[in-house]
């Protein structure tokens, strides 16, 4: 487990954020449109982090408010492939990094 002052923190702040998306946008993927309630039913996460998170969403194009609630825009099918590879990428750098502290504190 990462301690109190860990280096990590901020990534792992960051991966929690993005793992929340990811839990609204399969949500949404499912069951659009969907508003905040339900979204907060679906997920057990917070309804003041579910507003964040879509407004982040919002923000990158990725969905849009109806009067139903929130929906995956046409952008966000565009970008599936995309965000896909961003994803293999981000494992890629990720596991490169973890190789490297591994072999750096080796016992020598």
């Known amino acids: 487990m990462i301690g109190k002052e860990s280096i990590f923190n901020p990534i792992k702040n960051d991966m ?4 929340r998306h990811i839990s609204i946008i399969q949500t949404l993927l499912r069951e659009q449109p969907v508003g905040i309630i339900r979204i907060a039913q ?9 507003r964040y998170s879509l407004r982040l ?3 990158q194009g990725l969905i849009t408010p109806s009067r139903e609630g929130a929906i995956l825009t ?3 099918v565009e970008q599936r492939e995309s965000l896909a590879a961003d994803a293999k990428d981000m494992a890629a750098e ?7 502290i591994r072999t750096t504190l080796q016992k020598r």
């Open 16 to 19: 929690e954020t993005l793992k």
């Open 42 to 50: 679906v997920t057990k996460l917070p309804e003041h982090k579910i």
């Open 57 to 59: 969403l919002e923000k």
């Open 94 to 100: 990720l596991d490169s990094i973890y190789q490297t």
């Open 74 to 76: 046409p952008e966000f």
